[in-house]
């Protein structure tokens, strides 16, 4: 069940559901708008001749009141609220339309699950073959919240848990990325 404005503000007023720092303009009637924050990463193309899943990949950081994302180009960045989800409630990251109009995606792995605490990583890339400049503290997706039927007993502590400014992959830590498809445990 998605959750509605008036049960949004409910959970907020008992510390249920943390969202930090928050404009009362941010709530809409079903969903959290979230704001660009100011750290930003772009893969070290200069150094890295092809990405994979099992070596870790070196970004650029960035922080500033703005950034401009060329046409066709890919950067990662992070909302400025830090959400806080219960065990029982999780997260769709969610494209403003007035943003993808501009055609800017937002993101592409947009789920948030249960027990996450930290602020958002976003992926953002420039579909457009204009320039878009971001700025900093405007609103650029919406976080649309879903109550699960139970708590889950194995809530989110994963490799972003807690994270403070955009985080690029973490990929190469999974447990599988040793394994390889072919060495994969029977059933």
């Known amino acids: 069940m998605i959750l509605s404005d008036s049960t949004l503000k409910e959970m907020l007023a008992a510390d ?4 930090e720092p928050l404009a009362e303009h941010s709530i809409q009637p079903a969903s959290v708008d979230c704001r660009l924050g100011r750290h930003f990463l772009v893969i070290e193309a200069n150094t890295m001749h092809v990405l994979s899943l099992d070596e870790e990949i070196e970004y650029r950081e960035f922080e500033g009141d703005s950034i401009t994302l060329p046409p066709h180009s890919f950067l990662l960045a992070t909302t400025l609220e830090y959400v806080r989800l219960p065990d029982n409630l999780t997260a769709f990251v969610e494209g403003r339309s007035s943003i993808g109009r501009m ?5 592409n792995a947009g789920w948030v699950d ?3 605490e930290g602020r958002i990583t976003l992926e953002l890339y420039n579909a457009n073959s204009l320039p878009i400049r971001l700025e900093a503290g405007r609103r650029i997706c919406q976080l649309v919240f879903c109550r699960m039927d139970r708590s889950t007993p194995n809530p989110y502590r994963g490799k972003y848990q807690g994270q403070r400014k955009s985080v690029g992959s973490r990929v190469f830590l999974d447990a599988d990325s040793a394994e390889g498809p072919d060495k994969a445990p029977s059933a």
């Open 16 to 19: 249920t559901l943390g969202i």
């Open 103 to 107: 055609g800017l995606f937002i993101q």
């Open 114 to 116: 249960p027990g996450f």
